[in-house]
C-alpha cells in the first residue's frame, strides 16, 4: 500500500514511525514532512490546502490511502476532494470538520445530542456579548467561533477581562474566527483528552492522554499547543470512559449522522471531570499533538489497520491490541516560545539517542542544514518513551532530553506530575 500523510509536526512523525512499522507499507510520503521525518520516509513540498494539487500530488504517486493529520486541510475539505477523486481517505469530510472549525455549531450539536457541556451563548456583536458577561459574573470563558490556531480561548477571572477579550476578538485580531464568539460557564475539574475512532457508525476507542497545555511548570503561564503529554490519563476510569462514550462520544456520532454527515476520522474529545462526570470542553477532528505521540508509541503498526478500518467503514470488525503500558512524550521548545524565539539553531546528540519501539524522538520544528539537525518552530522535538510504569516512561524521555545538545531548547521537567503524585 502506499501511503501519503498530509502534515509536517510531531504529531505526522508518530504517525509516519507507525505506519511504516506496518508490513502493509510499501511506501510513504509526508507532505510537508520535516527533517525527522526525512529520515523514515519520503518527504514532498506541496501545498496541503490545495485541493487540486493534492489529488493530482496522490495520483501521480500512485497513492492508495491519505491520512490528514492537522486540522487546516480538513477544514479546507480537503479530505471531500480526495474521496471525490477515488481515494482511500482518514480524516473527516470539511462538514464533519465543523466539529473542531466552529464552537458554536459544535454548542448546537451537544445540545441536539443531550450531551454534557458548558452552559453557553453564541454572539455577533460585543455590546449585548458584555450585558451577558455582566449578568453571568466571571470566572466565565470567551472563545473565537472559529480556528485561531490554539489561541482564540480566554478564561476571564474577572468581568473586565472579558469585556477586554471581547472587544479584542470583535475588534478583529482573530480576523474572521472571531466573528462571532462563544461565551462558555468555567468548568472546574481536571481535564483529560479522549481519543475514538468512528467510521460514520461504530466508535471504537483507542486511548487516552493528558496534555500539558501551559508553558510553565506547575501548570504556569501562557497556553502553548502543548508542552507534553502521557497516556493512559488515570483520571479516565472505566467508569468515565463509558459515561464519555455513552452521554457525549456516541450521542454526537448518531447526531452527525442524523444530519447527513457521518463522522469518519479520529475524533479528539477534549473532557473536563469533576467528581466522575464528564463534560465536553471541546472537539477537534484530529490526533492531538503531543498526544498522538503517546498514543503511536503505544499502538505501533496496528494504528494503519486501525485507520484504514475506519475509512473502508470496517471499524465494526476492528480491535485494539493493548498492552499494560504508559508513555509520556516532553517537548523540547525554542526558549521564547510561545512568543518570539529563534531558528536555525544547531540540534546536537540526537545521534546517540536509541530509537527503537520504547524510545523515539519525534520532530516537531526541524530542517536540515548542511547535514546537521537545526530548529525551525517553536515546538522542536517530542522526546518520546514508553514503559511498563508512567515512572519508568518519565525516567526514559527525560534521561534523553538529558542527552540532547541544545543550549536555545527548554522543556518543563513536570510532565505527568499528576499521574506521578497521585
Ligand atoms: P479549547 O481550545 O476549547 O480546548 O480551550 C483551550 C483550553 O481552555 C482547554 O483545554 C481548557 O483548559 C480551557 N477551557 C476551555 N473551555 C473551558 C471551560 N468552559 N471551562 C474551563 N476551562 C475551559
Ligand atoms: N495538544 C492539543 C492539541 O493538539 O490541540
Known sequence: MNILILGGGGREHALAWAVMQNPKCDKLIVAPGNAGIAAIATCAALDILDGAAVVAFAEENSIDFVILGPEAPLAAGI???????????????????????????????????????????RFSDAEAAKVY????????????????????????????????????MFGGSFGAAGAEVVIEEFMRGEEASFFVLCDGETVLPVGTAQDHKRVGEGDTGPNTGGMGAYSPAPVMSEDVTRRALDEIVRP??????????????????????????PRLVEYNVRFGDPECQVLMMRLG????????????????EARVNWAEDHAMTV???????????????????????????????????TAEHEGRIVSAGGRVLSVTARGDTLSEAAERAYTMVDAIDWPGGFCRRDIGWRALDG
Open 79 to 121: 479530505a471531500d476532494r480526495l474521496r471525490d477523486a477515488g481515494l482511500l481517505v482518514f480524516g473527516p469530510s470539511r462538514e464533519a470538520a465543523r466539529l473542531e472549525a466552529s464552537k458554536g455549531f459544535t454548542k448546537e450539536i451537544c445540545d441536539a445530542a443531550g450531551a454534557p457541556t458548558a452552559a453557553w451563548a
Open 133 to 168: 458577561v455582566r449578568e453571568t459574573g466571571a470566572p466565565i470563558v470567551v472563545k473565537a467561533d472559529g480556528l485561531a490556531a490554539g489561541k482564540g480561548v480566554i478564561i476571564a477571572q474577572t468581568v473586565a477581562e472579558a469585556e477586554a477579550a471581547l472587544d479584542e
Open 252 to 277: 454526537t456520532m448518531a447526531e452527525m449522522a442524523r444530519r447527513g454527515s457521518p463522522y469518519r476520522g479520529v475524533l479528539f474529545v477534549g473532557l473536563m471531570i469533576e467528581n466522575g462526570q
Open 301 to 316: 503498526a496496528q494504528a494503519l489497520d486501525l485507520m484504514q478500518a475506519v475509512a473502508e467503514g470496517r471499524l465494526a
Open 331 to 365: 517537548v523540547l521548545a525554542a526558549k521564547g516560545y510561545p512568543g518570539d524565539y529563534a531558528k536555525g539553531e544547531m540540534i546536537g546528540g540526537l545521534d546517540a539517542l536509541p530509537e527503537d519501539s520504547r524510545n523515539m524522538v519525534f520532530h516537531a520544528g
